[in-house]
């Protein structure tokens, strides 16, 4: 069972991300998505290869992003799992992303 992650909107997500501290955005798209566009500055995992590249994800606060809202919160549920504290996912994904005009 997902617990219930905070969600953050796109616009929520601009603000936190010119903040003093950013979050860490984590893409869980597949390769071919993230080379349409992305986030600046996220790191990608493909949420296929996120449990063997778990130690690639630095502990902080992470917002989980993928192309629609639907595999982010999975992923996050599994960063839970695996002792991430300070997880959030973004709303709608990338589309809502894109539709904000960011």
């Known amino acids: 069972l997902l617990s219930a992650f905070k969600r953050v909107s796109a616009a929520e997500l601009k603000e936190k991300l ?3 501290n950013p979050p860490l955005v984590l893409d869980v798209r597949t390769d071919a998505e993230r080379n349409e ?5 996220s790191l990608h995992i493909p949420l296929n290869r996120l449990e063997k590249r778990l130690a690639d994800v630095p502990k902080r606060t992470l917002v989980v992003q993928c192309g629609s809202g639907y595999r ?3 992923a996050a549920g599994l960063l839970e ?21 960011f």
């Open 18 to 20: 010119a903040a003093q």
């Open 37 to 41: 566009n992305s986030i600046p500055d």
């Open 81 to 101: 799992r695996a002792g991430y504290k300070d997880l959030s996912d973004l709303a709608g994904g990338m589309a809502a992303w894109k539709s904000a005009g």
């Open 72 to 74: 982010s919160p999975m």
